[in-house]
């Protein structure tokens, strides 16, 4: 198998906005601005100011100075990463030509084109995108609110979240019990859940081998479910219960201040518990007025919102049509939105939409798996083209192609999202 690395990525994505620049005429640069400055938001600016030679005045609101991708986070829980390799600064991007302001976005005024700062003042646009990844849905999970994020992490906003719920995991008395209250659909990172579960595991086994891990899941199956439960079985044999529907798993509540978790009447007492709510998207795409209540409707052509041609919503924020919500397809998303923004503010090539992603998974050591799809803009969604999957009984020497594949691929989609 071919491993995708960091110069492969690069240049495969770089040929794909190739296009010649024309100065906007009448008042100066055109601006652009970007908030959130994850796998959308980040590739959206680099990619505008990059592109556009410095016809477009590019600024990237995002608050903090080190992103921790919530991609590759679960290796950190398992031992395969330290928390360093999973942070990347924006020296990169402010390098190459983006504006990068260090604060919040606390409104957008759409009628006078403005995005507000926590710190004081505000930053005009001509086209606005918004990428603030997720948010949680209140009382999705009764008992827990974000109050009780520290007792019971999520852990889907990577960075210290992360590093707490490991600490707890490390700190799990002998025999002990951890339980996940997995999210209902559609939620960031499909497989994500269960790629934690394996990561939990794979540490466990290693440290505290009589410990037991029970998910409590809303949903009558999972990305990947089949490949997920054969590595189970063959690598953590009797340490992981999975309770669906059918057992109860849809009716879950939890007492943080007992760490206890009741499902469908059964009370477990927890020493860790990882509650992922239901999600939906950042709290500032909600309060520029451009969702349904959970998630901003765009258009496949351009990733513009349904509400607002100047405003567009990239990645696990919008709701696009068949994409899954994961850091590569925020990336594929991203290049095209910029490639259509810098058409329309500077009259340069405009290509069709084409979108991909793969989401790669790791079971155990060199056991990993993947999926991905291939889409195109249809006027209803993003649709898909056609996909593909890791398949159960592969052998080892593919698994270690396709975890190594994966490294790959991180590689490169950092360095596209940072320079």
Request: net charge negative; aromatic share 8%; proline share 6%.
């Amino acid at each position: 198998m071919m491993k995708l690395d960091r110069r492969m990525f690069l240049g495969a994505t770089a040929a794909t906005l190739a296009a010649p620049m024309v100065n906007a005429a009448g008042h100066g640069r055109p601006r652009v601005v970007v908030v959130g400055g994850g796998a959308g938001g980040a590739t959206a600016a680099r990619y505008i100011a990059k592109d556009s030679d410095g016809a477009v005045d590019v600024t990237l609101i995002e608050p903090t100075r080190t992103y921790y991708t919530c991609f590759f986070s679960n290796l950190y829980l398992g031992g395969f990463k330290e928390i360093d390799d999973i942070g990347h600064s924006y020296g990169g991007l402010a390098a190459s030509g983006v504006n990068v302001v260090h604060d919040w976005a606390v409104d957008v005024d759409r009628a006078g084109k403005t995005v507000s700062l926590a710190g004081g003042g505000s930053m005009p646009y001509d086209k606005l995108i918004l990428s603030p990844g997720i948010d949680f849905v209140d009382g999705s999970v009764p008992g827990w609110d974000l109050s009780a994020q520290n007792a019971m992490p999520h852990a889907y906003k990577a960075g210290s979240q992360t590093e707490l719920l490991k600490a707890q995991i490390m700190a799990m008395p002998e025999g002990g019990t951890y339980v996940m209250v997995a999210p209902p659909n559609p939620y960031r990172c499909p497989p994500g859940p269960y790629e934690r579960i394996s990561m939990v595991a794979h540490q466990l086994k290693a440290n505290n081998p009589t410990a037991k891990i029970i998910i409590a899941d809303p949903k009558p199956k999972f990305s990947k479910q089949g490949l997920f439960e054969e590595g189970w079985e063959k690598h953590y044999g009797g340490m992981i219960e999975r309770l669906g529907p059918d057992f109860g798993g849809e009716n879950v509540s939890v007492d943080p201040g007992a760490m206890t978790v009741d499902i469908d009447g059964e009370v477990v007492q927890a020493d860790v518990c990882n509650v992922i709510p239901a999600m939906k998207a950042g709290r500032i795409a909600e309060i520029a007025g451009v969702t349904d209540g959970n998630w901003a409707p765009v258009n496949a052509a351009d990733m513009s919102t349904k509400a607002d041609p100047d405003v567009y919503v990239l990645g696990d924020a919008s709701s696009q049509g068949d994409m899954p919500k994961s850091g590569f397809s925020a990336n594929s998303q991203a290049k095209v939105c910029a490639n259509a923004v810098r058409g329309a503010l500077t009259g340069s090539t405009v290509f069709p939409a084409r979108f991909s992603n793969t989401c790669w998974s790791l079971i155990d050591t060199n056991d990993g798996v993947k999926v991905g799809a291939t889409y195109e803009a249809t006027e209803e969604k993003i649709a898909k083209i056609d996909g593909f999957v890791s398949q159960t009984g592969e052998d080892a020497a593919l698994r270690k192609a396709t975890y190594e594949e994966s490294e790959g691929w991180y590689a490169g989609i950092t360095a596209d999202m940072f320079g």
